[in-house]
Nanobody, 115 residues
Framework: QVQLVESGGGLVQAGGSLRLSCAAS????????MGWYHQAPGKQRFLVAA???????NYADSVKGRFTISRDNAKNTLYLQMNSLKPEDTAVYYC?????????WGQGTQVTVSS
């Protein structure tokens, strides 16, 4: 079992920055990949960024050059640095971890970008 707790969401003006954190606990050593999805009202959950244990990162085209995903293995924490935020980035952001073919989710953190 893996437990995930997100933090760092909030309200920011367009062009601003936020950093999301996702603290992992439980069977940490079994985690392969981690990442972030977001879900806007009335829309499906959408993959924003993912990172493997080998630090290989992938991003959705809509966030390339603006968002950076990273993980601090010593702190068992995943981060998403979000710069140049746009109103269309407004959503609930969920952290996930893949471990032993199971997907674990955090509770989500709201990000609201005002124009």
């Amino acid at each position: 079992q893996v437990q995930l707790v997100e933090s760092g969401g909030g309200l920011v003006q367009a062009g601003g920055s936020l950093r999301l954190s996702c603290a992992a606990s439980g069977s940490i050593s079994s985690i392969n990949s981690m990442g972030w999805y977001h879900q806007a009202p009335g829309k499906q959950r959408f993959l924003v960024a993912a990172i493997t244990t080998g630090e290989s990162a992938n991003y959705a085209d809509s966030v390339k050059g603006r968002f950076t995903i990273s993980r601090d293995n010593a702190k068992n924490t995943l981060y998403l640095q979000m710069n140049s935020l746009k109103p269309e980035d407004t959503a609930v952001y969920y952290c996930y971890a893949e471990a032993r073919r199971m997907i674990y989710w955090g509770q989500g953190t709201q990000v609201t970008v005002s124009s």
